[in-house]
């Protein structure tokens, strides 16, 4: 995959008040809980949490090799270094955070030539 679309992208979003404007090559995964989405970052351990729908901010980036892991979770393709499976398959991110498939999602991830 061509990651070089991600340099110097930028999505803007608000969070309390702040405009802030990330980086699309920096956003390691996005992740909503509730009504509150929050933005993790590869560049350091800082995240932004904003209310947010999860399908706005994964319409902003779906042209960066972003895909949705979960009902809940999107990742950055950029930053997996690998794919395992315990009981179920996930995806290891570079700061070693693991994350999950949905069942669905893993069939439907499976179906593309990602890696």
Not at 6 to 13: A, D, L, S
Not at 50 to 60: F, Q, T
Not at 86 to 96: A, E, G, I, T
Request: proline share 0%; net charge positive.
């Amino acid at each position: 995959m061509n990651y070089k679309e991600q340099e110097n992208k930028t999505i803007i979003v608000k969070e309390k008040g702040k405009i802030h404007q990330i980086h699309v090559e920096n956003i390691m995964y996005v992740i909503i809980d509730t009504y509150l989405l929050t933005i993790h970052f590869a560049n350091d351990k800082k995240s932004i949490t904003l209310s947010k729908s999860l399908k706005n901010i994964e319409i902003e980036l779906q042209d960066y090799f972003f895909f949705k892991i979960h009902q809940s979770v999107l990742i950055n393709l950029k930053h997996v270094t690998s794919i395992k499976k315990d009981s179920f398959h996930y995806v290891l991110l570079k700061n070693d955070v693991k994350l999950y498939f949905s069942r669905r999602k893993w069939a439907e991830f499976n179906k593309h030539d990602y890696f």
